[in-house]
């Protein structure tokens, strides 16, 4: 198996709504994106499949120096193998894949969040620097378009939260800001063990709130001569805040199940933004 691949294969086996609107690209660019997202699930799925944390950090710590190997073309890893060619025409950076691992080095140390600047500190690593990377492979002309891409990166962060609040509750996780947890009267323990009440609802709400402030300012951050280029993103947008609509219209029974889009559903979102220009 070829580098190029194997990324394809992670990327298609993910089942991630990222994939859909990748298809839509050309293929250099197509390319690209398939292998930095193989990159970020690679490190991801330390921490989601690595039981033990000192096993995970030592794996996360081989990640990091592996990708100064890379940038000194020596790497062993496909993932990298395939995303080192693609580093120079789309602007990559050691320092861009290095906060990735951070960002994942984080849930590793904790597993709690004080206040939402705690959070989005997390958000800005795992998701913020993602969409920047994603965007410049997509063709950004305008360097405002990084504030858009970040933007939309922690908005898709914030769904990806309140979709996996039981999933992370049985890793012993919680994504929700102790103050605001606090604030709506909702114990650690209720979420950890699931246990569903109208206060929990109203912290979701909350939650939801946030996400469709992030979308909203996202999408007016967008400078109108990228547009056109920032298509994928966008197709994405519309992929994630359908799902996010759809966790609200069900009441946000999260705690016992995962919210999901059907691939076809997922494929027609992507193909209207394509075709339409519609979100």
Avoid at 99 to 111: F, P
Avoid at 258 to 273: D, E, G
Wanted: aromatic residues 10%; neutral net charge.
């Amino acid at each position: 198996m070829t580098p190029d691949q194997y990324v394809q294969q992670k990327a298609a086996a993910s089942g991630s709504s990222f994939y859909y609107a990748f298809l839509f690209l050309p293929k250099p660019r197509r390319a690209a994106i398939t292998a930095f997202y193989a990159f970020c699930r690679e490190v991801d799925d330390v921490v989601d499949e690595v039981t033990d944390p000192h096993v995970a950090q030592t794996k996360l710590q081989w990640w990091a120096t592996e990708v100064q190997r890379a940038f000194a073309g020596q790497t062993q890893h496909p993932a990298l193998q395939a995303l080192m060619p693609h580093t120079g025409p789309y602007a990559i950076t050691a320092a861009d894949l290095l906060a990735v691992i951070e960002g994942c080095q984080m849930d590793l140390q904790q597993s709690r969040y004080l206040d939402w600047p705690g959070l989005r500190r997390y958000c800005d690593l795992v998701a913020g620097v993602v969409g920047e990377v994603s965007a410049r492979i997509f063709g950004q002309t305008d360097a405002a378009t990084q504030r858009y891409a970040h933007t939309l990166g922690l908005a898709f962060q914030m769904t990806n939260i309140i979709r996996d609040v039981g999933e992370d509750a049985l890793r012993g996780r919680i994504y929700l800001p102790v103050n605001e947890l606090q604030q709506f009267e909702v114990k650690a323990h209720e979420v950890l063990k699931r246990q569903y009440s109208d206060r929990f609802v109203s912290l979701m709400q909350h939650q939801a709130q946030r996400a469709h402030a992030l979308y909203d300012e996202a999408l007016g951050l967008l400078p109108a001569a990228d547009r056109r280029s920032q298509k994928p993103g966008l197709m994405m947008a519309s992929i994630y805040r359908t799902l996010l609509r759809e966790i609200e219209s069900d009441g946000f029974h999260v705690l016992d199940q995962r919210v999901s889009l059907t691939p076809l559903r997922k494929f027609w979102l992507a193909w209207r933004v394509q075709a339409l220009g519609r979100l």
